[in-house]
């Protein structure tokens, strides 16, 4: 275990430096008013593996960077458990993803304020209500510029799909055949249709954008850049 984060006190714990951890800590220690200490319970990241694209074929069922989770056994796969990989580092599952960049269903949303209560969960945007969609543009660096669906100047970098291969456009015009329309992405709260993917990487030459980016280094000092937050790996 790493040296205790002193007895300072916190006006707010975060369990899990991973995809969603890393960025609520940025989010809340932007106030200077708030100390945040970020826990993670997984490895450092400075595995070669763990900082290239190509790299999830060999972080994804290691012990070293995966929790190595299971589901439970299916009759649906013949009395089978499959992998079920959570990521065991810095960085938690963004430091050991295929990098997809796809957004939740907006209905999928909406069935949360429902449950909940509160509208705010509602995916919102031009079509009513709600506050998903804004946050997730506010999380984005989208290449291509903000626009209606769209962010920039946040803590993801989002890059356009490098990879054009004939088959890829083959497939998608076997899947229009078949009634699957080609849409431009998977991002606007609609996911039915065939689309490439973008990807949170920096782009042509550069690894993986993890969202520990948006943090300080695990384990060092509270960072004069941001004196509000420590991170603490156990």
Same mark, same amino acid.
């Given at each position: 275990?790493?040296?205790?984060?002193?007895?300072?006190?916190?006006?707010?714990?975060?369990?899990?430096?991973?995809?969603?951890?890393?960025?609520?800590?940025?989010?809340?220690?932007?106030?200077?008013?708030?100390?945040?200490?970020?826990?993670?319970?997984?490895?450092?990241?400075?595995?070669?593996?763990?900082?290239?694209?190509?790299?999830?074929?060999?972080?994804?069922?290691? +012990? %070293?960077?995966? =929790?190595?989770?299971?589901?439970?056994?299916?009759?649906?796969? #013949?009395? /089978?458990? *499959?992998?079920?990989?959570?990521?065991?580092?810095?960085?938690?599952?963004?430091?050991?993803?295929?990098?997809?960049?796809?957004?939740?269903?907006?209905?999928?949303?909406?069935?949360?304020?429902?449950?909940?209560?509160?509208?705010?969960?509602?995916?919102?945007?031009?079509?009513?209500?709600?506050?998903?969609?804004?946050?997730?543009?506010?999380?984005?660096?989208?290449?291509?510029?903000?626009?209606?669906?769209?962010?920039?100047?946040?803590?993801?970098?989002?890059?356009? +799909? %490098?990879?054009? =291969?004939?088959?890829?456009?083959?497939?998608?015009?076997?899947? #229009?055949? /078949?009634? *699957?329309?080609?849409?431009?992405?998977?991002?606007?709260?609609?996911?039915?249709?065939?689309?490439?993917?973008?990807?949170?990487?920096?782009?042509?030459?550069?690894?993986?954008?993890?969202?520990?980016?948006?943090?300080?280094?695990?384990?060092?000092?509270?960072?004069?850049?941001?004196?509000?937050?420590?991170?603490?790996?156990?």
């Amino acid at each position: 275990m790493s040296p205790s984060p002193s007895t300072a006190e916190f006006d707010f714990i975060i369990v899990g430096a991973g995809s969603a951890g890393c960025l609520l800590a940025n989010r809340l220690s932007a106030n200077p008013d708030h100390r945040v200490l970020l826990i993670e319970a997984g490895g450092k990241d400075d595995w070669f593996w763990v900082k290239i694209p190509v790299g999830y074929l060999y972080t994804i069922a290691n +012990p %070293r960077t995966d =929790w190595c989770f299971t589901t439970e056994a299916d009759p649906g796969l #013949a009395g /089978r458990s *499959i992998l079920y990989a959570r990521g065991r580092v810095i960085g938690g599952c963004s430091s050991i993803n295929a990098m997809i960049h796809m957004r939740g269903q907006a209905s999928d949303y909406d069935l949360w304020a429902q449950a909940t209560g509160d509208e705010r969960w509602r995916w919102g945007g031009s079509d009513g209500p709600g506050e998903t969609l804004a946050i997730y543009k506010q999380l984005e660096d989208y290449f291509g510029g903000a626009d209606e669906w769209h962010g920039v100047g946040g803590e993801i970098r989002v890059e356009r +799909p %490098r990879v054009r =291969w004939k088959i890829l456009d083959a497939w998608q015009a076997a899947a #229009a055949q /078949r009634g *699957i329309a080609p849409i431009d992405e998977f991002n606007r709260g609609d996911n039915s249709g065939s689309a490439t993917f973008t990807s949170t990487n920096g782009g042509a030459g550069a690894g993986r954008w993890p969202t520990l980016s948006c943090i300080p280094s695990p384990t060092a000092p509270i960072s004069p850049s941001s004196p509000t937050l420590r991170p603490w790996r156990c």
